[in-house]
């Protein structure tokens, strides 16, 4: 007999859905556009094209998204560790 889903695994996973929500309306509306776009499998090349800007555009919405939900996530920003980009 399949045991049932942990109902407190399910609560715990939807705050989590929840909490990852929110951080990303917090995101400027291109940006998630930009994520949403690559989470479909576009390049930044296609994603450019698609939005009509240019390929560096997208690499810096894409740089600025990465940093604002690492401030968010309170994970220290790669200059802030010494990497190199």
Known sequence: MPSSPDPSAAVEEHQELQRIRGLLDRLPSTQRLVLALQLYGLSSREIAQE????????CSHIRHMRNRLAELLHIPSRGQQGWKA
């Open 51 to 58: 939005l009509g800007i240019k390929e560096a555009t997208v």
